[in-house]
């Protein structure tokens, strides 16, 4: 007999997640603002701890211990704070004491802008206004001068504990603020004393068994917060010491002070330097009887405003902080409402770790779609984003936008074709209604022509030598219409037919009496069925029509399924290659129209054997050996891949085969300092080779199927020099003959085998 209690449902993972999110928010919130008093001083300590863990780490690595390292950047810390402190202190004391100075400069300027505009009543009123103080610093100083023969009045007052409570206020005031600096002292020294063991503990606290995502956040959130304190202590000092040094050559009084306060209020984003600006424009109005002072304080604060914020941050910090400027400036409200000043100058710091936090942490996602500075839409999304609202012009100026140097395939097949493939997927997911594709189409349509420049992009001349075929849908003619711009760009009369026309009884109404080349163009999954059906009642209208299949689907692309048959000529991927295909078919550049060419998986095998011979052949060993000598590398390789083909890691390809195509992409010589540092260490082929630094050159190979690079590869990071990669490179001249032999060696083999 089961005793098992009946199951009870499993609660909706989104039932009270609202709310749930809303309380732990509040808590959170109250819990900062009432333990402002520990939690503040224990962010400062971690910030410290940020900045002065680069320093102890020196101290460390010149065997200066542990303890005594800590000791000598805290005081060195210590000290500068209150230098800086002792600086503003005594400037602060030497202006109050020169302001009774400037009153008759800035009654002067009043009474001339009083004369010069007319004697405003507005004027009139600051003049009197400034006359009455006046009148009344005179009279009180008056009152405590007293001849010498005249008793001086002494009155006793008691009230009751007075001299008590300015004492007590005096001494909170000073108390407070070296108690506040004590704990921050305290918590820094004792974080930088167990950095390491509140981290293995911190890790243990997080992780849930996950330690490399664990490590991956703190890792990323130190070094991002580290790079931007350091970045900005370095620009707030430059800026300070240069503003200092302008109001000094200028003539502004205590110029110390104002580049001490400039470097300071710079952490307050946006308004801060603003703020701290505006004191010296309002000294130099007192100080100067004219009006040329004020102007230079003005330029001098605009120049540095440009110069910083438009070419020196953007440098120093690029996406250090991966926060948006409206995410900085509410930030910036948030904890200094909790925090006061002290929670403007840590703002930055503390949002850039949460938003690091909430990228590794899946129920806290939405924190860095709402304040992280990266898109939260792909080029591709965005576009289709446009297609499906019907903006034409929006969709337009992402395309101009994606149409930097002028590769308008490149955007076809990056980001048109796969915005087409998420309109299919919505649709498959009926996620959206069916009649939504007609506008995306339509839209699209509207695109090509801004792109274009065509008056009607869905037909051409009524003779034509290429028709261009929607498979299935409309999605599917909307690719051949960007298909057919590109033969139209080339300059050939092209016509797009709508998908009807491939069904039995459109193909029988066609006229393809002046029809040279035919490409069918689809977008689904499992098209090679409908395209030999097509080609083949094509075929037998036309007996010597070339025809192309155009297979748009990713998961064809990358299986290397072509689908090629007696019926269908070339299969396609990619706009680019439809395009090509099409040109060469039509005698483009005095080439001739190609046979059936063979599946990429033969070309790969065809690559490999290749590979294999020039391995094992004695002349080719024996120079590739002396040329990893010469280098002093681990080992040097040719590698045959096959053209026009990207990678897929599918395919399981090495790590020389992907770095052979990085090279032959980029048609020139290829050096990486540290593979397990560079964009390719994500790949498995890369991680288990055990290879860490390269260097590939291309070998000049007469072959339109197969490419071949040489390539040394070091099992320790280094850098090749010149003199060496010139070797390499004299080396892969030398080696393109032997290679080239190999090859016509092979293909008279295969056609006597043939034969």
């Known amino acids: 007999m089961d005793t098992r209690p009946p199951a009870t449902p499993a609660p909706s993972p989104l039932a009270g997640q609202p709310l749930t999110a809303i309380l732990t928010f509040v808590l959170i919130v109250t819990v900062l603002y009432l333990g402002r008093g520990i939690i503040v001083p224990l962010v400062l300590a971690v910030l410290l701890a940020f900045a002065l863990g680069p320093v102890v780490n020196a101290l460390r690595r010149v065997r200066v211990p542990h303890i005594v390292a800590i000791l000598v950047a805290v005081l060195a810390a210590i000290v500068l704070i209150g230098a800086i402190a002792y600086t503003a202190v005594s400037q602060f004391i030497a202006l109050a004491g020169d302001l009774p100075r400037y009153q008759a400069t800035i009654s002067e300027k009043l009474r001339t802008a009083q004369e010069t505009f007319g004697g ?8 009197s206004t400034i006359e009455r103080v006046g009148a009344q610093i005179e009279s009180n100083t008056e009152g405590f001068t007293v001849d010498e023969g005249d008793p001086i009045p002494v009155v006793i007052a008691d009230d009751g504990g007075g001299a008590l409570e300015i004492a007590q206020s005096v001494l909170f005031s000073i108390v407070g603020p070296l108690a506040s600096l004590l704990i921050v002292t305290i918590f820094l020294i004792f974080l930088l004393l167990e950095r390491e063991e509140l981290r293995d503990r911190f890790l243990k606290l997080v992780s849930r068994g996950d330690l490399r995502s664990s490590t991956e956040a703190m890792n990323e959130a130190s070094e991002r917060v580290g790079r931007y304190l350091l970045a900005q202590a370095s620009v707030n000092m430059a800026y300070g010491v240069l503003f200092a040094a302008g109001l000094f050559l200028i003539g502004v009084p205590n110029a110390i002070l104002w580049g001490l306060l400039a470097t300071i209020f710079r952490y307050i984003p946006f308004v801060g330097t603003l703020i701290i600006a505006s004191v010296p424009i309002l000294l130099a109005i007192a100080v100067d009887p004219g009006w040329s002072m004020l102007l230079w304080v003005i330029g001098l604060y605009l120049a540095l405003e440009a110069i910083s914020n438009n070419f020196i941050e953007p440098r120093l910090y690029g996406n250090s902080t991966g926060l948006t400027p409206l995410a900085v400036l509410v930030a910036a409200m948030f904890w200094a409402t909790l925090w006061g000043p002290i929670g403007l100058i840590v703002s930055m710091p503390l949002t850039v770790c949460i938003v690091v936090m909430a ?10 779609t709402m304040l992280g500075s990266a898109p939260v839409l792909l080029p591709q999304e965005r576009f289709y984003q446009r297609l499906i609202a019907g903006n034409a012009e929006e969709a337009t100026e992402v395309a101009d936008r994606e149409i930097e140097d002028g590769d308008v395939a490149r955007f076809y097949d990056e980001i048109a074709v796969p915005a087409l493939r998420l309109a299919e997927a919505d649709i498959a997911g009926d996620l959206a209604d069916p009649s939504h594709r007609h506008r995306v189409v339509e839209t699209l349509a509207e695109v090509i022509e801004n792109i274009e420049g065509t008056a009607d992009p869905a037909n051409g001349g009524e003779e034509t030598r290429v028709l ?11 690719i051949a219409l960007m298909v057919a711009e590109r033969v139209r760009a080339a300059g050939f009369p092209v016509r797009v037919m709508a998908p009807v026309t491939l069904r ?54 990358a299986s290397g399924r072509e689908g ?16 090509s295909s099409i040109t060469a078919a039509l005698g483009a550049e005095g080439e001739t129209a190609p046979g059936p060419t063979p599946s990429s998986d033969e070309t790969r095998l065809a690559a490999r054997a290749l590979s294999a011979q020039a391995a094992a052949d004695p002349a080719i060993a024996h120079a590739l050996r002396r040329l990893a000598q010469s280098a002093g590398a681990t080992v040097a390789m040719v590698t045959v891949v096959p053209l026009g083909e990207e990678f897929a890691e599918d395919h399981k390809s090495s790590h020389a085969e992907h770095l052979a195509r990085e090279v032959l992409a980029r048609k020139g010589t290829l050096i990486i300092e540290d593979l397990q540092h560079s964009p390719y260490a994500h790949l498995r082929s890369v991680v288990e080779s055990g290879v860490r630094a390269y ?28 003199a060496q990669v ?25 056609k006597e085998a043939i034969d």
Do not use: W
């Open 564 to 579: 090629t048959s007696e019926d269908i000529d070339v299969v396609t991927h990619t706009i680019a290659l439809a395009e």
């Open 359 to 368: 990228r590794y942490v899946p129920g806290l996602s939405f924190i860095e």
């Open 726 to 750: 010139n070797r390499i490179e004299q080396s892969a001249q030398l080696l393109a003959s032997d290679l080239q032999s190999l090859l016509v060696r092979r293909e008279a083999e295969e």
């Open 504 to 557: 039995k009884e459109g193909i029988a109404q066609l006229d393809l009496s002046g029809t040279d080349v035919a490409c069918l163009c689809y977008l689904g999954a499992k098209p090679e069925i409908y395209a030999r059906y097509a080609a083949r009642r094509l075929k037998r209208i036309r007996p010597h029509i070339h025809v192309i299949a155009g297979y748009f689907h990713p998961d064809l692309r």
């Open 695 to 722: 260097a590939g050159v291309p070998v000049a190979l007469d072959d339109r199927q197969m490419g071949a690079v040489l390539a040394v590869f070091d099992q320790e990071p280094r850098l090749y020099e010149d």
């Open 120 to 127: 405003g009543q507005v004027i009139d009123r600051l003049v």
């Open 468 to 478: 261009v075929f929607g498979g299935k849908t409309e999605l599917d003619q909307a």
